[in-house]
């Protein structure tokens, strides 16, 4: 599985937005950009996932590199809500997730 | 909206016994998978179900581990002879088809094996 490296913690003010990057330097043609999130004592939460063009949807943005060697999750206005560690993921898409260690994001109120 | 459930929400069991957790994925998805959060380590896959067979697992999921969907509904993890190692939370997950590459999570189950 390509490899993703992503910071392990940061930190953001509530209601400003929020940039979470992720490196990929060793990304396939066919891998997909996943992103997924976990608040504390819960599941694994799907975000956001993209191959080439940034992407939207009503929980975040996905900004994707034009030579796909990284991409940056964004949540427009962090709420208390969003504390969570999220994990980027590249797979092909159909098959099983290979979860990182994640960057665990803190919203200070 | 639909979601994918789990019970229980915690099991405790005695080393060697056998334990079933269980899994009620959303109506309609296609595609099956267990992974496993040891505490304070990584989610981990185990295996994906697809068609009534295991498409794919992992090296955790020995002779140990065993998947079934008895029924239209359910999608059962059982390990046969539990370790004190096998103490995580387990995770569930459905997908809906082929064309759709989102996996909906449970909320877990804790096992506990003392």
């Known amino acids: 599985d390509a490899k993703t490296t992503q910071p392990n913690s940061m930190e953001s003010n509530e209601e400003e937005p929020v940039h979470l990057p992720c490196n990929h330097s060793t990304i396939s043609g066919t891998d997909y950009i996943h992103w997924y999130r976990q608040l504390p004592s819960q599941g694994p939460e799907y975000v956001i996932h993209g191959l080439t063009s940034n992407v939207n949807n009503r929980m975040a943005s996905l900004a994707i590199a034009e030579d796909r060697k990284s991409s940056t999750l964004i949540l427009h206005r962090a709420t208390l809500r969003d504390a969570a560690v999220y994990y980027c993921i590249l797979n092909f898409g159909n098959e099983k997730l290979t979860f990182g260690t994640g960057t665990r994001l803190t919203i200070i109120p | 909206e639909p979601e994918v459930t789990q019970t229980p929400s915690h099991q405790v069991t005695q080393m060697g016994q056998e334990v079933i957790l269980r899994c009620v994925p959303i109506s309609n998805h296609l595609y099956f998978y267990w992974y496993r959060q040891i505490l304070g380590q990584k989610v981990e896959f185990l295996v994906s179900?697809?068609?009534?067979?295991?498409?794919?697992k992992s090296e955790i999921f020995d002779d140990q581990f065993s998947v079934e969907r008895p029924d239209g509904s359910n999608f059962t993890l059982k390990i046969r002879s539990t370790k004190l190692e096998d103490s995580a939370m387990y995770f569930c997950?459905?997908?809906?088809?082929?064309?759709?590459?989102?996996?909906?999570f449970g909320p877990g189950t804790r096992l506990t094996v003392t």
């Open positions: 179900f697809y068609n009534n067979e295991i498409s794919e």
């Open positions: 997950a459905s997908r809906p088809d082929r064309y759709s590459y989102e996996q909906y």
